[in-house]
């Protein structure tokens, strides 16, 4: 058997080593998304797989998703295009659906890959039919420890369909609403423009505290500008939104803010720029491109990082870090300084302090 596994996965070491003992095993599929795959088949899983660990091991954490096409009186829209951006590129296109539930929560064990399974959303009835036909393989939640759940967040692929139907389905006005007259869309990562498909600008996990909150929450959040005109004018932005993504840390229990929504919508008299056009600020203010020449002299890369959006003092701050990188073999980025945006002010410096005070004009 040994020699047919050394064979198998050109190994000598399987052959020769003293590690491998009777009791040793082999894992044929070393992916967790694959190993979620085979145990529940019908499951949808979101394309961010994250390691935690808990209770002193390293799990991989998968959001597993209970999908249907066949809703009625609800829109179907296909999963793939919703899901697609910049961060995970063009995803294997889905069929439309129009019902989804996070209903499963995942877990694979970095050491010995074995899968568990917890039913996040009890409620759910394409849940509990699939519960029918694979009698215990889903825990209840309650058995999920209070470790394992400080680590749960709310799923991106999920919260990226919620604000792609949120796109159209925020109008109240019968009219507007099937005009389209104000309709929002996803802006295009900035960093990442002209990638191609998939080029959305994805969503991100911040601690932050928006509006009506009395206390900073680990959140995701994303950004709207109004729907595509060919008016490169119009990449202002509409809308702002925010998912409470912290579970809490009580065994069993969940946190009764998880999953809340909120939308900040911007008044129609207020101009704030969207992120391509914060960008464009950025690369077109000549002080900024000076010392960004600067630093591209010799074997040196600038990279551009995430170009984060945040509410503060009433309005929307942006704030993107620029790292410089070598071209050794062995090199890495070195954050070197701070691009910051408050209204149609810029500022850039050594570190996030400095380009606050620099921006604020005060401590």
């Known amino acids: 058997k040994r020699l047919a596994y050394a064979l198998k996965f050109q190994s000598e ?29 019908y499951l949808t899983l979101d394309s961010d797989i994250y390691p935690a660990i808990v209770d002193g091991r390293v799990v991989w954490i998968l959001d597993g998703y209970t999908t249907s096409a066949n809703y009625p009186y609800s829109r179907a829209e ?10 995970t590129g063009e995803r294997v296109s889905k069929d ?14 970095a050491y010995d890959g074995s899968v568990k399974l917890y039913a996040w959303d009890e409620e759910d009835p394409v849940l509990k ?24 967040r709310y799923p991106a692929d999920l919260f990226k369909m919620q604000r792609g139907v949120l796109g ?45 909150q009395a206390k900073p929450s680990f959140s995701i959040y994303s950004t709207f500008i109004p729907q595509s005109t060919g008016d490169s004018s119009r990449n202002v932005l509409t809308g702002y939104l925010v998912a409470d993504s912290d579970a809490g840390s009580v065994k069993g229990k969940v946190s009764s803010h998880y999953g809340t929504l909120r939308l900040l919508t911007l008044p129609r008299t207020t101009i704030v720029p969207g992120p391509g056009q914060v960008q464009n600020n950025f690369n077109s203010d000549s002080e900024v ?43 890495f980025p070195l954050l070197k300084k701070v691009l910051v945006a408050f209204g149609d002010k810029i500022a850039f410096e050594d570190n996030l302090d400095d380009a606050l005070n620099a921006l604020f004009g005060g401590s």
């Open 13 to 41: 070491q399987i052959l020769l080593s003293d590690a491998v003992t009777d009791s040793s095993q082999i894992l044929y599929d070393r992916s967790p998304r694959q190993r979620v795959h085979d145990v529940a088949p």
């Open 96 to 109: 439309d659906i129009n019902y989804i539930r996070n209903s499963v929560k995942a877990t694979v064990d």
């Open 168 to 212: 159209k389905y925020h109008v109240t006005d019968a009219g507007a609403f099937y005009s389209q007259q104000d309709g929002w869309m996803t802006p295009n990562d900035p960093v990442n423009e002209g990638s191609g498909t998939g080029s959305l600008q994805p969503p991100y996990y911040l601690t932050l505290q928006a509006p009506t």
């Open 289 to 331: 491109s000076k010392l960004l020449n600067i630093l591209r002299q010799g074997s040196t890369t600038v990279l551009n990082g995430n170009l984060l959006t945040l509410p503060i003092g009433g309005g929307l701050l942006y704030v993107q870090p620029v790292y410089i990188q070598s071209t050794g073999e062995t090199s």
């Open 129 to 152: 039919t699939w519960m029918k036909i694979f009698p215990n393989t889903v825990r209840p939640v309650s058995e999920m420890s209070g470790a394992l759940i400080s680590h749960v």
């Open 78 to 87: 296909n999963f793939g295009a919703l899901t697609s951006d910049s961060a």
